[in-house]
């Protein structure tokens, strides 16, 4: 079955850019959706289709698929930025839904 | 604005029952396609289930085939998940998400998630 990759954790530090990758085999060629969750609350939609985010979602997240690793970008990181990010696909060819592991992203 | 209200969680012992509800408000929910994730407790998450906008469709994760069944009454903007022979392994936070997409089959993009509700399995 398809399988996703995340770091367990990256850290950065305030006004810095952060970068999640998530990666799977040929992942360009599917979508990659990413998800926010801070703790003690409900997922949220970040970026969907590779690279396109809901509208009122801050510009500084950003998001790119290319090659076996999606990307996920946070510009100018600020620490409400803190939390677990998801990586998420859906394999058409087994009608399967796939979530990476999660990574905890530490705001230093 | 778009709302997601799950209900009918609790403990429950291995074998039993369970149906968890969703409704939905602040949008056209009969238009839009509708899932079931969890997540166990210190875990990531997991897609469940889904269901067609209309009610033509319902697929499921190879970990709930044949003991869930995913519904929905459009009438009263209200998404189901009856769980059956429920499992220890079964013990989660269960969210109704919405389909990104409207009135087309469901892309599997989750743009508006409940606040969950928690399930525990156990004997």
């Known amino acids: 079955s398809y399988e996703l990759f995340q770091p367990p954790s990256v850290s950065v530090a305030p006004g810095q850019t952060a970068s999640i990758t998530c990666s799977g085999d040929n992942l360009s060629e599917i979508y990659a959706h990413w998800y926010q969750q801070k703790p003690g609350q409900s997922p949220m939609l970040v970026i969907y289709q590779d690279s396109r985010r809901p509208s009122g979602f801050p510009e500084r997240f950003s998001g790119s698929n290319s090659g076996n690793t999606a990307t996920l970008t946070i510009s100018g990181t600020q620490a409400m930025d803190e939390a677990d990010y998801y990586c998420q696909a859906w394999d058409s060819s087994t009608a399967h839904v796939v979530f990476g592991g999660g990574t905890k992203l530490t705001v230093l | 604005q778009v709302q997601l209200v799950e209900s009918g969680g609790g403990v429950v012992r291995t074998g039993r029952s369970l149906r968890l509800s969703c409704v939905g408000s602040g949008f056209t929910f009969s238009g839009y396609g509708m899932h079931w994730l969890r997540q166990a407790p210190g875990k990531g998450l997991e897609w469940v289930a889904v269901?067609?906008?209309?009610?033509?469709?319902?697929y499921y994760a190879d970990s709930v085939k044949g003991r869930f069944t995913i519904s929905r009454d459009n009438s009263k903007n209200t998404l189901y998940l009856q769980m059956n022979s429920l499992r220890a392994e079964d013990t989660a936070v269960y969210y109704c998400?919405?389909?990104?997409?409207?009135?087309?089959?469901?892309?599997?993009?989750?743009?508006?998630w409940g606040q969950g509700t928690l399930v525990t399995v156990s004997s």
């Open positions: 269901i067609w906008f209309d009610e033509s469709n319902e």
């Open positions: 998400a919405r389909d990104r997409v409207t009135y087309l089959s469901p892309n599997y993009e989750f743009d508006y």
